[in-house]
């Protein structure tokens, strides 16, 4: 019976992900088109149109940088340059028509062409052979020394320059041919491309552990398995651009060839150059870390206090008791529940030098490329918020407080094309969106800080998961009622503590965050508290504003906590091959759960979000009182 159950399985999965695989295949350059394009609207608006192939090798041409291995003669780098004329584009990333088979298979599987040209918001991936960078480009983003970079830095390259870029293109050179591969640096190559390793893996081995599972429970039939095992590469590149150097070898004898890869990307040890760059600033980190551990968590915390600090009673219970389930910092914190107004806060508070503890290297400095993948993921959601505001009324101008990165901001114009974003944050990434071209303006600083100057500048201000973060939420009310004009609108979105799901998590439900979040208010506090400050709520959305991945989050944390990432300067103990190992089994069992979960988050868990029009989050839109009271 189980062959019946369980080979069929195998092969229907095995078929369905390579057709997934297959359409994330680049297609083909057809210089042909790029000439016949020349004279279209992209090029016109840059001043090239009309450009042959023989002029566009001047001084506007752009740049290519190519990997260590990669020869481009001057006609292929003509064809990638009148393409990328010819369609307006700042960005393409070049591959070459015979990849190497398992480069070719990492890249379908982490690579979107769809999503690459369409969103700015995720970080680029790349084959790492050659990118073709726009004269604008290398101005506004720059461009690495010259010399002969190894794929692992083109590939981060494109991640850091794909932001910058307002329109991106992956193209197939039939003509190029690939580097020779080296598997001891594909550790590095799938850590450049935004990969994790040990989820990477566990990924690869599942199919694996499932056809071989077939093959010893269901003899002969585990055959078909095999075969349909081995089979899966032809059907992912067969007839497509690419043609992988190595794929007969990849595909006949894959029950082999897998594992040999498993076992020396598992043995790589090569560092890129931005490994080598992060690993410097993670070593020069440990001494504060050190220090600052040695000399106890307990100082980081105010007196405990014995009253609601939102409406001041003292019927007070204690809701959660977390460690940093996140980042791994050492610490545990508590969050109470007012028995009076529902409202959930830390306590005890961290004290400043606690929040600087707790906050460094979180979404600015070694933490960046891991808040910003984090953050790129939520593009529907942020054009929901926009829609919000937009059935309201229609800003000219619009600040975003608590921005980070402002992917909000890159998002939201999209939906409000005329209105003008600003973004205020107290990190470095605000600075970055703004030469990123996400917001006109940047504010680094305190909010309450900076109101004298942006009093009266902006008709929408909104905090997108910020209030929860801040010491004292009703005076960011304050400067926020103080700032707009009237008539003026503010946008909040908070955490709900009042979701029924919430309790079935524990401390692994991520609004929690712990230590960050300090506190949290039922919606009808945070309505009680703009209305004392003239801003009358207009809307709200509860259902609507669900996020559905509580599930999922939930089972990562979980994992997370018991496979954790040591290589961080705050960790006591570095890792070992051994832990190495521990990580990739732990997360080869927890894959499947993550998955699972997902598909619960998005169907069951997002129903009943939408039935009990109650979430895991939620959106108040108010506006503030005109003159003598009237809305």
């Not at 983003?141 to 390259?157: C, F, I, K, R, S």
């Not at 944050?425 to 900076?450: C, N, S, Y």
């Not at 906590?561 to 927890?590: F, I, K």
């Amino acid at each position: 019976m189980i062959d019946l159950v369980l080979v069929p399985l195998i092969v229907v999965g095995l078929v369905l992900n390579g057709l997934r695989l297959r359409a994330h295949v680049p297609t083909v350059l057809s210089t042909a088109a790029a000439r016949d394009g020349a004279e279209g609207p992209g090029a016109d608006a840059s001043g090239t149109g009309g450009a042959d192939l023989g002029e566009v090798a001047g001084a506007d041409a752009g740049a290519m940088v190519t990997a260590d291995g990669i020869v481009m003669d001057e006609a292929v780098r003509h064809e990638v340059t009148a393409h990328a004329r010819a369609d307006g584009l700042e960005l393409v990333d070049v591959v070459p028509g015979d990849l190497l088979a398992t480069a070719a298979r990492d890249l379908v599987r982490v690579f979107d062409p769809k999503a690459f040209r369409a969103s700015r918001l995720l970080r680029g991936h790349s084959a790492g052979a050659a990118v073709w960078v726009s004269p604008g480009l290398v101005t506004r983003a720059g461009l690495p020394e010259a010399g002969a970079p190894e794929a692992a830095d083109v590939m981060e390259l494109v991640r850091r320059l794909r932001p910058y870029a307002e329109h991106a293109d992956v193209v197939v050179v039939p003509a190029l041919r690939a580097a020779a591969d080296d598997l001891a640096k594909r550790r590095a190559r799938l850590r450049a491309n935004g990969v994790s390793v040990p989820v990477h893996t566990a990924l690869e081995v599942i199919p694996y552990a499932l056809t071989v599972a077939a093959l010893a429970v269901a003899w002969p039939w585990g055959l078909i398995a095999v075969a349909a095992y081995s089979l899966q590469p032809y059907l992912v590149f067969a007839g497509t651009a690419l043609r992988p150097r190595g794929l007969h070898t990849a595909a006949l004898l894959r029950a082999v060839h897998d594992p040999y890869v498993w076992v020396r990307t598992a043995a790589g040890r090569w560092r890129s150059a931005a490994e080598i760059e992060h690993d410097a600033a993670s070593d020069a980190a440990v001494p504060y870390y050190q220090a600052e551990v040695a000399r106890g968590t307990g100082r980081f915390f105010e007196p405990r206090r014995e009253t609601c600090p939102w409406c001041g009673s003292a019927e007070l219970a204690v809701r959660l008791r977390s460690t940093d389930l996140v980042m791994g910092k050492p610490g545990a914190f508590t969050l109470e529940r007012c028995g009076g107004c529902g409202h959930v806060f830390q306590n005890p508070r961290l004290t400043p030098e606690g929040l600087d503890f707790y906050y460094r290297d979180a979404y600015d400095g070694l933490g960046a490329g891991i808040a910003e993948l984090i953050f790129a993921t939520g593009a529907d959601v942020y054009r929901d918020r926009a829609r919000m505001l937009a059935r309201a009324t229609s800003p000219k101008s619009w600040l975003d407080v608590g921005t980070g990165h402002a992917h909000f901001c890159a998002v939201a114009r999209e939906v409000l094309p005329d209105t003008v974003f600003d973004g205020l944050d107290q990190g470095a990434g605000i600075e970055e969106a703004e030469r990123r071209g996400w917001v006109a303006t940047a504010h680094r600083g305190m909010f309450p800080g900076l109101a004298d100057e942006l009093t009266g500048q902006y008709d929408v201000i909104s905090m997108h998961h910020y209030l929860e973060h801040t010491r004292d939420p009703f005076t960011e009310l304050d400067t926020a009622a103080r700032v707009l004009p009237p008539g003026g609108f503010l946008l909040i979105e908070l955490p709900d503590p009042q979701w029924r799901l919430a309790p079935l998590f524990g401390r692994y439900w991520m609004p929690w965050f712990q230590p960050q979040h300090q506190h949290m208010m039922p919606i009808g506090n945070l309505t009680k508290a703009l209305a004392d400050r003239g801003l009358v709520t207009v809307s709200t959305e509860r259902g609507p504003a669900h996020q559905a991945n509580d599930l999922v989050i939930a089972a990562y944390l979980f994992f997370a906590r018991l496979a954790p990432e040591r290589s961080t300067p705050w960790s006591a103990r570095p890792p070992t091959p051994l832990w190495r190992t521990w990580q990739a089994v732990v997360w080869t069992v927890g894959i499947p759960t993550l998955a699972a979960g997902l598909l619960i988050d998005q169907t069951l868990v997002r129903a009943l979000a939408r039935r009990w029009d109650l979430g895991n989050a939620y959106r108040v839109l108010a506006r503030k009182e005109e003159p003598g009271g009237a809305a």
